[in-house]
Structure formats: C-alpha cells, structure tokens
DNA sequence: CTGTTAGCGCCTTCAG
DNA sequence: CTGAAGGCGCTAACAG
C-alpha cells in the first residue's frame, strides 16, 4: 500500500534526472522543445517518484485549469441526467474536468454556484438557466458560458425547438377531431415553457382550434395529478402538458377519476423522458438532450481552445412520437 | 456590463486601503485578529473594486480548495440522480464544490477519473465503485474516500442494506403461494447485486422455496425484455429482478407475450425508481439514495474538517413496497 | 536544446 | 494588532 507522503514536486524529479525544474516541466507540455533522450531520463525519474503534475500550481501560473462548470435547475429531473452524462463524456474526451451545480429552480441559488465556482471554471453551460437575461449577459462577461435551452442573443446556445414537434402534436390532434384543447404550462423562468405554449397557441389558431392555457408551476407528477381537475373542468377533450412528468401525474389522476385514456381524453408529453414506462405508453415531443448536451460541451471547448468567440445559435429540431395516449375525440 | 478585465488581487485591495497584502488576507481568513476598524476599511475596498480571493491561489498556499468528487458509474441510470442531487445540496452547506464524474461502469475510466480530479480535490465519494478493493484501498491512502454501496473494511462507508427489503420480498412471495423463483441479477463488479443475490437464496433456503440465478450485466429495460424468455424458461412463477429498470422491461415483454401480471407471473423490482409509473405499478423494494447521498457527504465533510478518520459502516434499512405486480400463484 | 530568473495570488511564520 | 519576507509548485520569457 502506497503511503500517504506527500506528493513529489518537480523540483525532485529535476533533481534525481539531472536537470533544472524548466527542462522538467518542458518535458510535461512541451516535450518537442527537448531532446528525447532529456525527456527520456525526465519520464524515467519521474515513474520512479510517482510524480504527477500539480494541478493548482499550474493554474496559478498559466490561468488555464481544465474545469467547466455545468449547472441545471435539478439534477433529479429525469430530463437532464441524459444531458449531464453526454456533456461528461465530451468533456472527458478532452480531459475537462466537471463542475455540477444544482439550482433548484433559483436563480439566486444559481447566482450563487456561479460564483462559488468562480475562480476555478474557464467555462460555463448553464442549462434552461432561470436566471435573468441581464444576469446571464453579466456572468457572460467575464468567462464563456454557452447556454442551453435559453435564447440570448449574443451568447452561444444550444436550442432544442420543441415547438416543430409541439406544433406536429396540435396537427395530429386536429387530425383526430379534436376541436378544443388545453395547454398544460411549466415553469415562469423556462424558456422552453414558453417556446412551447407559443407553438400551441400559434399551431392551433392556424388550424382553428379553441385552446386554453393552464399554468402550473411545478412540472412533476403530483402537480400533474392536481391540476387535472382544473384541465377537465376547461371542457377540452385533449391536453398537451409541457412536460412527460406532469403528463404521467395526469395519467394516473384520470385513471382514478375514470377517465379512460385515449377513449375519453387525449394526453400528449414533452420531452420523451419516460420511454414506453407509462400506461397507455404516452405520445409525446421527441427529445434531443443528449445531442444538446453533447453539442454545447463542443461549443465550449471549442470557444476554450480557439478563442472562436462567435455568437452561435445551434437549433435542434424535434418531432412527434405517436404512441397510446392518443386517439380520436369521443362522441 | 461589467468589463472583461482582470479580477483585482489582494495587493490592490491592500493599496487602496492603506494595509499591507497581509492585512487583507487576515481580513478575509481570520478578522477576529483584526481591529474592526481594520475589517470595515478593507472590506470596503475590497467591495469597491469587486475583489474576490483568488481560489488558486489560496488553495497552491494552504494545500486546501474545498472540492470533492463524487463518481457515479452512469449518471443517467435513475438510481443515481436523486443522490447526486442529495450529496450536492449537503456539500453546499459547507460550500464545497462538487466534480461530478460518470465512470461507464468501467474500472478502467474510473481509475481515470480519479486521476484527473486529482489534486484539485480534498476528498472522493465513490458510489457503487467497479474498482476492485485494492484499487480503493489505494486511492484511499492518498485522500479521504467514502464509498456508498460497496463494503470495503476500513473505508467509510454507506450502505443501502436491500438485502432486508428483498427478504420481505421473498417472504410475500412465499404468502402468495410461489414454490419456484427466479432472481435477476445486475452487474458483476456491483456488490448491491451479490447483497440481493444472497438474500434471495438465503430467504428461499429458509422457506423452502426454489430459487435460480439468472445473471444479466446490462441493467436496463431492453436488457430486461431480452432476458425474459429465459426466465419463464425455468417454469418459475415469479421474479425478483435486479432493479426496476430490468422490471419494467420485463413486464413490457411479458405483455408482449401475453403473460398476465400478476394474474400468471409476478415481478419484483428493487430500488423504488420509477415510482407508480409502470402498469401494473410495480412491487418493488424501497430506496434510500437520498439519504445515502447525504450521509456520504456528511461523513466526508466530517472527516475533512475534522480529520476523524474512524472506519464507519453505515446501513440503511430498506422495505418492500407491495403495488400491483405480485399476486396468488396461478393454478 | 537547456538553464536562469521572475513571478502567478495568497497564506503564514516571525518580528515589532 | 500589523508589517515584512519567504514560499506553495509550476510556467514563461530571456539568455546562452
């Protein structure tokens, strides 16, 4: 079992090879500027003490220290962990180390991680931030942050369009007789809440169909389960809710009330995130999180590496994936 | 907008308030050493040019930068998310920050990972590690580590025992009438899998039931569906899989195939993820990762401010949660 | 190709 | 209570 001294310096390695701590820290980024049998002689008493780089001593000097920070509003919500674990990986490939921070849905508590990160971040992903516009332009002053889920001109982001798929679910509703329908919100601080009541408001005026909207705060289950009395209570025969979660909690309080599913009412999700896991299994918007994930962690690295600080607005595209919880207007 | 420049250093704050840079570090560390008169003058100069200590810097100086890494093997299985979320509210009490690490449920990118966290980070919480024991005896002598779901003498650790929920399972299985039982298994390296495993044939041995092993590295629900034609193979009349994903994706292709359940076959799932959310809801034993994430971290806070390096081992009891998955034996 | 010399920004004895 | 001085471990000109 290794002990636990302290860590060799490279003042250590110069010595036991023979040279000065320059030629020892060339040999670690720069070994093309040395002689191979010099790095050679450097690598072997290296091994040999178990030396490794420290890390923060060379932050101090360069201001460079591989980490990103990546912050979402709950890491729990089934949405983001695909997310998270794309923009790890991409991080990984380029030896990026990752901050997560947890907003809560605050922006205060988002505010707060940013700064706590501070000093140790070259780089931060804020996604579906909830912080303001102003706030998100100030902390984009002073390092690259990309956005995803969040449209401010002037910042990269990395936006997933669900209103293409939202508007496919009014058609596909539409299509199967349904004149009046409700719209199931998410969120204030969410963009995506508000790209996509838009789309349902614009897609079923085009279509002439009545559609009223339904806030709710709190995208989860439970709410989902609450709010349906109000939903029905509206007088529509289908509903399209912003997110899969708030659809299930829906599912399972029309299931209580008797209220078949698609016979009697129509349930559309957003996000994909279930799966096939609900019963009736749920229609619902196509999700790209591992894309967006994946693609703003390449924006960044890439702003990171080749100061290409442009001002990008990268679009991804959904659609709608038919499942069973839809279905013809009764009567 | 705030401009781009350089974040002021200590040396300006003490310049502008008429202090020598040693002040000012006090100022910030240890003002109780300070007159208050003192304080106030340097704080407010510090305000003024927006001054904020160089977290680097500090850290190269007193080997402290209050980071930890909590290493998870796949961030996007459902287990892990609501701990993730757990351990960081917990670190954010005592203002740690967290690197977050996604191993892909390979040794080999863990030990990576470690690695590259390195020395930027106090102290590791290793969830469900992959490693082998004497890989995290290892790490463990360099820093504080503290596992949660793998039993390693000597590292504090947290564990989830479902070992008393599975034991109920077969027990309630037992009361509805089943003679012959299949488990499930998980992963190789998971010692939550061997923990249930033994539980299963313990409690059958015990009740006189039969009980075979089928085993199932990838636990998910595609993986879950495929294994299915193999359990009803050995004529059992129900099944304790691994974890509700590998449930659900049985219960799909039970339906698939026209098995009803519970009316002909019973599962039990493990872990209490996915809730009420299947159909029929799933009989499942319950979870505790919320609090195992908590307790993780308060154990490794603990042991970094208090340098209490006692060897812990703590277990969290877990349930069954009968739903509607299980029933009588048919015939 | 390699050594010398300054720092990076902060903390921490040691004096006073 | 406060200042002066050295150092944490490494990188980066600048000379040879």
Redesign the pocket.
Known sequence: MTSKR??P???QVAEAA??????V??A??RPE???E??VRKIFAAAEQLG?V??HT??A???GRHGNIALIVPDVANPFFPPLIRAAQAEADRSDYCVFLGNSDESPQQEDKLIGRFGGQVEGLVLVSSRMSDAQIVEHASRRPVVLVNRDVEGIPRVLIDSATGVAEAVEHLAELGHKKLVYVGGPHGSWSNKQRRNAVRRSARALGLDVSVISNEFAAFESGRKITASVLATGASAAIAFDDLTAQGMLAELADQGVSVPGQFSVVGCDDVLGAATYPSLTTVSNRSVEAGKTALTLLIDILENHAIRDVRYVLNTNLVVRNTTGPRAG
Chains 1, 2 share one sequence.
């Not at 023979?18 to 030629?23: M, P």
């Open positions: 302290a860590r310096t490279i003042n023979g040279v000065t701590k320059s030629s820290s060339r670690f980024t500027m040395l002689s049998e010099t030396y780089p420290n001593a060379r101090l000097s360069t």
